[in-house]
């Protein structure tokens, strides 16, 4: 241990406290041992450090820079690390040591709410800028938090759903940008998530925390929980859960005293989780001085990654760079009132906006505007549609700002369709009757359907492009900047193209991920399925032209590695850059895999007219798929191919080699009898016989039985039926009921009905009390309603005490 002399000192409860939120945002320290106390703040893409009074939209101010999902489509390692360096910078002026954030989650399904937050659907991808952004924060020294620690796939009942997959996928899929990551950067901490993987809460899931994340992938940070999501605290501590977060107000404390006390809980466990967070105590210090930043030199650099993350998808007949010759009508709310970042945890108060409609006009452009739509209103507005057309048929070009709302997705619910807002749809399909020179800017954290995608001239897509947004997109449609933004996701069609459609979100109890490996690319390329953008897409002003694939040899062992080159020239008369994509493709296999997988990445700038050799150097993790026969990572002997393209639809070269595995006599599992519909990727419709296969086990049950008791992990939604469950989801959500007709979500709704009802005591700032608890389980079991009051009110009296407190928290 590190910290052994400072343990020695400390008292029991001492060390117990030190792994427990001293409130929201804040460590525990030991001020008798001068010990600080340091301050955490939510991320991921800028800081959001809450004002005393707690309120999200009151932080202090901060850079907002691009969203997670914009800026994996930079395919761009260097300036995730400059990102990250600019925003440790703005955590150190506040005095912040922890920043939360980057999140890598796979993006399962376009509807998962917080897709925004997120990297990609390649876990390569994700991985690499992951590891990029927190190099880029930890060399100032400020630390991150790796988030959410793991198969957080989707918001819908989020604190409780059993996300079941099998560990092929666990592994090649769902682990895969954590442990890069990890290996890469090594962020100072983990966050784990709210959710169960395969049965287990992650919080107290020692096979991911432990045997995984640190015996495995060698991880030397602390692990902390999201907040709340401690499901059992004494457990999650023997199973390397280190921080409870936040504060459960002495409870997680009293917990962990009370097993080591009663010989429940080796002292030693606790030692190990004190001395981790000793250790991060003291690597947070540097962050406890004076200093300062430069707003304008950092709202630049926002502009700069948003321009280099913008994604032109279509662009017909050279439409754009738009002359400024024309006239031009800028038609949508948000080209003044942008959306330029995610709801939920991750809001930022910016230290200043720029839209694109101001950006317009300093560019030069001739412009009129109609806000055709109210942002907050999913109906059509009869009026503003026909005052938008009216200038729209008076202009010679059109560039229309539609997307997804606030209300459309946010932390906390998922999207209910893959489709746009009513009224920016219907306000489209007006102007096109009067104008056909239309170019689509989009906004959203996630793909969209785009119906009317061949019959505009182009489409550029913005997502959410930090405060900047504004600046950078004018820069593109003015052709002052090349775009060189590539998709980090497929596009798919429609809605039900998607793999996982028959199962997402899943069910009452779990989340079935049915399509195991197949999501994303790997699944539309496999199944040979048509989609609108392909996974890797974007164009840009200038042309490139792809030649002499070399490799440094034809045959190799996998131990050993493989080199690639190939020449790259801009063809085109404007300069440029191009995200250069290797994927490999397994050629014969016993076990099924996927058609193609990113393997690795590049970007290079090239001036027009020149011409780079870029490199790759592929190792065996590039060949391999997951064994479960041997719990490893194992590559069966033969031809491989090396595809190297601008997108996965398109490979511009290809070679051969061949790979000699250095484990021959594994055995490679074989489910063509068991399992067939995996080769070829027809997982559509999973059989149970065949998912049964793919788990190795028994499929747990979809459904919560009636007839069980109801315990501290139920959540009211679960009670509905109830006669008590009635009355307290009545009383709880002030008798709402939802709109079947509202595309958008109802957080805090969602939040009462899906939380555990453990997070009444653990997150409740003391309100509640584990007796109050045990009297609401009393009443939804049908025991003794007297005796349940009697419980209830006994546990409120210590809020009653409190109240001058807890109304200043509200």
Same mark, same amino acid.
């Given at each position: ?125 994700? =991985? ?54 990890? @290996? ?43 907040? =709340? ?10 199973? =390397? ?84 010759? @024309? ?28 839209? &694109? ?12 505007? &109609? ?77 969209? *359907? ?6 505009? @001239? ?15 997109? &004018?820069? *593109? ?93 801009? *063809? ?19 076990? /099924? ?97 065949? /998912?049964? &296969? ?7 049950? @979809? ?64 309100? /509640? ?23 209830? /009110? ?17």
């Amino acid at each position: 241990m590190k910290n052994k002399e400072i343990l020695e000192k400390l008292t029991l409860e001492e060390k117990a406290e030190l792994c427990t939120g001293k409130d929201f945002w804040h460590l525990n320290g030991v001020e008798r041992l001068g010990i600080p106390s340091v301050t955490l703040t939510d991320g991921p893409h800028g800081l959001s450090l809450r004002k005393p009074d707690g309120d999200i939209r009151k932080s202090v101010t901060a850079t907002c820079y691009p969203s997670a999902a914009t800026t994996a489509c930079s395919w761009d390692r260097d300036l995730l690390y400059r990102m990250g360096q600019a925003m440790g910078q703005e955590c150190l002026k506040e005095n912040i040591s922890i920043i939360l954030g980057p999140g890598v989650n796979m993006k399962r399904s376009p509807l998962c709410g917080r897709n925004f937050e997120y990297f990609s659907e390649d876990p390569l991808l994700a =991985g690499e800028l992951a590891a990029g952004l927190i190099n880029g924060i930890q060399s100032k020294g400020v630390g991150t938090a790796l988030k959410h620690f793991a198969v957080n796939t989707q918001e819908k009942r989020r604190l409780i759903i059993d996300s079941v997959a099998d560990e092929r996928a666990l592994r090649e899929i769902y682990l895969t940008a954590f442990e890069i990551a990890v @290996k890469k950067a090594q962020s100072w901490t983990v966050m784990n998530s709210y959710n169960k993987v395969n049965g287990t809460y992650s919080s107290d899931n020692g096979y991911l925390q432990n045997k995984i994340l640190r015996e495995e992938w060698g991880f030397k940070g602390a692990v902390m929980s999201d907040w =709340g999501a401690v499901n059992n605290r004494v457990k999650g501590l023997k199973n =390397g859960n280190d921080l409870e977060m936040p504060s459960s107000k002495g409870y997680g404390t009293k917990k962990i005293c009370e097993a080591v006390r009663s010989g429940t809980l080796d002292e030693k466990y606790l030692d190990i989780a004190a001395d981790r967070i000793l250790t991060l105590i003291e690597k947070s210090k540097t962050a406890l001085g004076d200093f300062t930043y430069d707003e304008d030199e950092h709202h630049s650099l926002a502009a700069e990654i948003c321009a280099n993350s913008v994604v032109l998808l279509k662009n017909e007949d050279n439409t754009l760079p738009l002359s400024k010759d @024309k006239t031009v009508a800028v038609i949508g709310e948000m080209a003044r009132a942008p959306r330029y970042q995610g709801e939920g945890s991750s809001i930022i108060v910016p230290t200043k906006i720029t839209d &694109a409609f101001d950006s317009l006009l300093e560019e030069g452009y001739r412009i009129s505007y &109609a806000p055709g739509y109210f942002k907050k209103q999913d109906e059509s507005n009869d009026a503003m549609v026909k005052d938008a057309c009216n200038v729209a048929s008076a202009a010679d070009a059109v560039l229309l700002f539609i997307g997804l709302t606030e209300e459309y997705e946010s932390e906390g619910y998922d999207r209910r369709t893959m489709s746009l807002p009513l009224s920016h749809n219907r306000l489209l399909e007006e102007v096109l009757k009067v104008n056909k020179n239309v170019t689509v800017v989009l906004s959203g954290g996630s793909p969209v *359907i785009m119906p009317w995608a061949s019959r505009v @001239k182009a489409i550029l897509n913005g997502y959410l492009g930090g405060q900047a947004s504004g600046k950078a997109i &004018a820069e *593109i449609i003015s052709g002052k900047v090349n775009p060189s933004g590539k998709l980090a996701e497929t596009y798919p069609l429609k809605e039900a193209d998607v793999p996982c459609s028959n199962y997402y979100p899943g069910t009452g109890l779990t989340a079935e991920h049915r399509e195991g490996i197949y999501i994303g690319y790997r699944y539309y390329d496999t199944a040979q399925k048509d989609v609108l953008f392909p996974f890797g897409h974007g164009l840009s002003y200038t042309e490139f032209e792809y030649s002499d694939i070399r490799l440094s040899s034809e045959s190799i062992t996998d131990t050993d590695t493989l080199s690639v080159t190939c020449k790259v020239k801009n *063809i085109g008369s404007k300069d440029g850059a191009e995200a250069v994509q290797l994927y490999v493709r397994d050629c014969e296999s016993t076990v /099924f895999r996927p058609e193609k997988e990113l393997r690795d990445f590049t970007k290079v700038f090239l001036k027009a007219g020149e011409e780079k050799e870029v490199s790759f150097t592929l190792s065996q993790r590039a060949f391999a798929y997951y064994n479960i026969n041997i719990s490893s990572w194992h590559t069966e002997s033969g031809e491989f191919e090396i595809l190297i393209g601008a997108s996965s639809r398109d490979i511009r070269l290809s070679a051969k080699a061949e790979v000699i595995s250095s484990l021959p006599e594994a055995q490679s599992p074989d489910y063509r009898e068991s399992a067939p519909c995996y080769y070829g990727a027809d997982v559509k419709s999973v059989p149970d016989r065949q /998912f049964r &296969a793919l788990l190795g086990r028994d499929i747990p049950p @979809k459904y919560r039985d009636v007839n069980d008791r109801f315990t501290v992990e139920s959540c009211l939604m679960d009670a509905e039926h109830t006669k008590w469950g009635k009355r307290i989801i009545t009383v709880m959500t002030g008798g709402k009921k939802p709109d079947p007709d509202y595309q958008g979500g109802d957080p805090m709704r969602d939040i009462v009905l899906e939380s555990p009802l453990r997070g009444l005591y653990s997150m409740g700032h003391g309100v /509640f009390t584990e007796k109050t608890v045990e009297g609401i389980l009393m009443l939804l079991n049908g025991e003794g309603s007297a005796t349940a009051m009697m419980k209830i /009110f006994t546990g409120l009296l210590p809020a009653l005490k409190r109240l001058p407190e807890l109304l200043k928290i509200i």
